[in-house]
């Protein structure tokens, strides 16, 4: 090797040698600033990497994907590795979203508790929440008045109660959908902003659809609201575009970059869909799901994996396709995927914590499965698998969050429990600065290794 080097270095001289000096001088600077900008350019995507893993600022994490590289422990419980927990005002199903070191979620009071007795509806109130990353501690507590056409408490509902989507969150404030009670924008520090009526229609568990945001805009899928999409302005809550027909889809729409454009991708019934997310025109469509879509659209590698209905399928479109694309842009389809759950695509392998207690494993490239067990529980999973890039947590709702290896292998590593018996978890956790949050309807719980005592 050191031989090599002094070739390359003579090779240089002998080049420079036949130049004139100040044409050497040159080339020899141009070398220096390139390295200069390359070591830059890594530090810069080091630190935009560093960045992404303090921030999980929406349902399911940086563009929605349920991935971040962190370093989590594998197993907890009410004394180990428990940096703190934090009992919360009020129930609900929406996951923690993190922004610059605070935690931000929802939750409601007053109303819908019991399923014998719910309780004075007039009492129901809303709740925007904001919390210490560091160490839980509450900061602010913004209350909602909710719609009068808020749903009854019933046994369908029960299941996920009054504040089940996830917030969004940047620089610029907190956004929160709550179904019929609307879309509302608060500020950083904890003061409403703007509230925004997109539809009152109900149906079955409740509001499920979770914002996200693009620019300056905060979009809203309110398919079960008024069957309509909707792009509102973040600083006033204006409609900015809407595209109507969006058929029975609770699902959060997906951002999917193509270099110079983006695309916005919903999975609805029959079909998944493209818009401009600037504009709202509608771009493409593929013929898929015979049935309702829950499931978010998960990008990876430039592929759309979209899950979805009672029959559980799974289809993986190319994008950026315009009109038809049902033939041109399909990859493959499988009779395997999620009614409810929202899949990871890491290390070549599609994962989903099934809503019918199983952890299942499609090959990336084929879509044929790899593996299918069955979880710790027989109850119904509502939480989505979330991974550090290594392991996959699998948050149950009565029977803890199973830790796998995120690999082509089931292996179980460890069964990790929080909390009392009676407590159920159906929010998706979040990764953020090395933390695992969970949230169960009573409690927020923030997991991190220990630091050990030298």
């Known amino acids: 090797m050191h031989s090599i080097r002094n070739q390359q270095r003579d090779t240089r001289r002998v080049i420079l040698s036949g130049l004139s000096r100040a044409t050497a001088q040159a080339i020899l600077l141009a070398g220096v600033l390139a390295a200069f900008v390359c070591t830059a350019k890594s530090a810069c995507a080091e630190e935009s990497s560093a960045e992404i893993a303090r921030q999980w600022n929406r349902f399911r994490g940086p563009s929605g994907s349920g991935v971040v ?66 160490t839980g501690q509450p900061i602010w507590d913004c209350v909602i008045k909710p719609s009068a056409e808020e749903q009854e408490y019933g046994k369908r509902l029960g299941e996920h109660g009054y504040a089940s989507p996830t917030p969004c969150v ?196 084929t879509g044929q499965e790899v593996f299918r067990e069955r979880l710790p529980t027989r109850s119904r999973v509502y939480a989505s698998i979330v991974s550090d890039g290594k392991h996959l947590f699998l948050t149950t709702r009565d029977s803890g969050v199973l830790v796998i290896d995120a690999a082509g292998e089931y292996r179980e590593l460890a069964i990790n429990r929080l909390g009392d018996e009676g407590e159920q978890f159906n929010a998706t956790p979040a990764i953020a600065a090395d933390r695992l949050l969970l949230r169960s309807d009573r409690t927020l719980y923030c997991v991190k290794k220990e630091t050990p005592i030298l």
């Open 69 to 134: 590289q962190a370093d989590l422990p594998t197993e907890w419980d009410d004394e180990k590795n428990l940096a703190w927990k934090t009992e919360l005002p009020g129930r609900g199903s929406s996951s923690p979203v993190i922004w610059n070191g605070r935690v931000y979620l929802t939750a409601y009071t007053g109303y819908g508790f019991d399923l014998e007795s719910p309780g004075d509806r007039e009492a129901l109130q809303l709740h925007v929440l904001c919390y210490g990353l560091d």
């Open 170 to 365: 940047d620089d610029s404030g907190v956004y929160a959908f709550f179904g019929p009670s609307g879309l509302v924008a608060v500020s950083l520090d904890g003061e409403m902003r703007w509230q925004r009526t997109l539809g009152t229609k109900t149906a079955g568990f409740g509001a499920a659809a979770s914002p996200i945001l693009y620019d300056e805009l905060v979009i809203q899928n309110a398919s079960i609201e008024s069957g309509t999409l909707y792009a509102l302005e973040k600083s006033s809550g204006e409609v900015r575009w809407q595209a109507d027909q969006i058929e029975r889809a609770w699902t959060t729409p997906t951002i999917v970059s193509l270099g110079e454009r983006d695309e916005l991708v919903v999975n609805q019934k029959d079909a998944i869909l493209g818009f401009d997310p600037s504009s709202g025109e509608r771009l493409w469509r593929c013929d898929a799901i015979e049935d309702y879509v829950v499931p978010c659209v998960v990008v990876n590698d430039g592929m759309l994996y979209c899950s979805g209905g009672r029959s559980s399928k799974t289809f993986v479109i190319r994008p950026g396709g315009r009109g038809d694309v049902s033939e041109s842009h399909l990859v493959w389809e499988q009779s395997r995927g999620a009614n409810v759950t929202t899949p990871v695509v890491v290390n070549g392998h599609v994962f989903w914590s099934h809503d019918k207690s199983i952890a299942l494993c499609l090959d990336v490239a």
